[in-house]
Structure formats: C-alpha cells, structure tokens
Nanobody, 127 residues
C-alpha cells in the first residue's frame, strides 16, 4: 500500500509561483508512474502533469506547458510540481497520483490509470 501526502498549496497572486510536494510512503515508488491532477469546483478532475518511473518521459496539459514542471526525487520518495506564472484559472485542489506500472513511451492522462491518490492541497490564485 502506498500513501501519498501533498503539501505546498496556498494563496498566491497571479504571476506568482508555488511548489507542490507529494511525499510517498508505504513502499518505494521508484517503479511507479506519478502524476498531478487538479479539480476546480463543479468540474472534473483533470490531468496536469506526469512522469514515468525514470523521469525521462514527462507529459503536460496544454494549459500548463511552459509554466509548470514536474520532477521526482526517488531517494526522497517525493514528487514535485513547480508552478510558475500562475493564473486565476489554475485555482483548484491539486492531487498527487501514483500508478504501480511503468510506461516506456507515454504517461497516461486518465484518472482510472492511477491506483493511489493523495488527499489534495488547495491552490488559490488571486487576480
């Protein structure tokens, strides 16, 4: 069993930056595909960014490309999401997700590809 705990959310002005962290415990997640999703009120949970187990393959939603960067520190069992140039439309609860599978050529963007989820962290961007 894997437990995921997100942190780093908060209130920031438009144009600012935040770095979210997702700490995994329970077992090593070096072989896992990791991703961030977000869900705004009244909307579906959407893919934001993901990376395969080696970190060599990353994928981003078009809305965050060039502004967000996902990375992982396998030694620390932690995944990060660096968010720059934040916009009010980035406001949402951000969730970390893990899949105990390795994908060599892509990172899945559908929620049902991931087995484990964190509790979420709120990100609010004011205009």
């Amino acid at each position: 069993q894997v437990q995921l705990v997100e942190s780093g959310g908060g209130l920031v002005q438009a144009g600012g930056s935040l770095r979210l962290s997702c700490a995994a415990s329970g077992r090593t997640f070096s072989g896992y595909t990791m991703a961030w999703f977000r869900q705004a009120p009244g909307k579906e949970r959407d893919f934001v960014a993901g990376l395969n187990r080696s970190g060599g393959i990353t994928s981003y939603a078009n809305s965050v490309k060039g502004r967000f960067t996902i990375s992982r520190d396998s030694a620390e069992n932690t995944v990060y999401l660096q968010m720059n140039s934040l916009k009010p439309e980035d406001t949402a609860v951000y969730y970390c997700a893990a899949a105990p599978r390795s994908y060599s050529a892509y990172v899945p963007q559908r929620t049902n590809a991931y087995d484990y989820w964190g509790q979420g962290t709120q990100v609010t961007v004011s205009s």
